[in-house]
């Protein structure tokens, strides 16, 4: 286990401490919710990780480096961008991926794009948000979002 | 409507493992049909599921807390209250803290617009609410690194501000909403 799981798991305990000590009824509660949604979200965890292991067995780096290392330039950042837009799958399986394209030779440039992107823009829920905040709203937010997502991955490959 | 909303659930489920073993009947007749690349594809998915399964536990049991401890309508209450540059950073907390899929959080917008929140404050929430949650970053954290997960969140969290201020000044500018 890396540090970084110890810690991870370290702070969802005292997290948990906290709650039994707040309230034990709704301590439980949580447990059977997290019990719950962890059965819910393994199937596309798995999904996610045979795609994984048959793009990174399959695929040779060179190939990804073509579409989103340094050689594709701003337009890999672009249509990683747009990926991400329509791309409609949960936040937390698009880690690994994108940590599995960032091994294959990806810059952190293309990655961040893609998470952002992938988190802040929704075209798939695009109609809802329409409905519910207003055309004006939603087509404004998603555009910039887009925008500032760019921004946002090009800052990230000058400073790290 | 419960029941029908379980049922949704368990089909959405099925749906998956589905899929799931759709995936490993294409990974292994691949593995058959190129039996060089059995060991990389193997060693690969072993390496992500382990980084994963480290953490997947503990990061369903931060959402768990998190979604019945703050429950959505408090977060909607203490919202429209909040203003300046307390309701930036409350806007952000909000969106923090509790968890599921965006366009859940699009209902609570759209109340919060009808009880007078500024609409920087709610695109701050929104945005908060798709990419800085707490257990979202600890998934980032494992994969990505510290570095990398630093330095996204406070990217987005200056430029989310700004691109509220901008859609503000669009939206007072041109009118408010038809609807």
Redo the contacts between chains.
Sequence with gaps: ??I??I???L???V??MY?VY??RE??V???????F?????L?????I??????M???VPPSEISRFVGEQSGIFGVLLVGVVGSILHI???VS??L???I?DSGAT?TA??AF??TL??I?MV?LP??IK??????AL??NG??FV?AV??AL??GV?? | MKEEKKKE?KKK?LR??L??AG??V??AV?IYL?PS?QE???S??FD??S??I????????????F???IPKDTVVKYFGKASGIKGFFLAILFGTLPTG???VA??M??TM?KKGAR?SN??MF??AW??I?I??E???????G???ML??LF??II??G??GL??EW??DK?GG???
């Excluded at chain 1, 949604?37 to 979200?41: H, L, N, V």
């Excluded at chain 1, 199937?43 to 999904?47: D, E, N, Q, R």
């Excluded at chain 2, 600890?138 to 990505?144: H, Y």
């Design positions: 286990m890396s970084t799981a810690f991870i798991n702070f969802a305990l997290c948990f709650g707040r309230d709704k301590a509660e949580s447990l059977k919710k997290a019990a949604s962890f059965f819910k979200i199937p596309t965890v798995l999904i990780i045979v795609i994984i292991g048959l990174l067995g399959f949960p936040a937390l880690f690994p994108a940590a599995s960032l952190v990655v961040a998470i952002t988190t802040m929704g829920t809802l948000e519910k905040l207003g055309k004006k709203f404004l937010r910039l979002s500032i921004i946002i800052i990230m400073i790290l | 659930q489920m998956d493992w899929i799931f995936m490993v294409v990974a691949l190129y690349k990389p594809v193997i690969a998915s992500y599921l980084e994963m480290f953490i997947l536990p503990a990061v369903m049991v931060l959402m768990g807390l979604s019945v401890y899929p965006l366009y699009f209902p917008a759209s617009i609409i709610i695109v929104l945005s798709a990419c949650k257990p979202q600890m998934v980032e954290l494992q994969f990505l510290p570095e990398f330095a996204r990217l987005t430029f989310v700004l691109m901008v859609i669009i939206i041109t909403e038809e609807d």
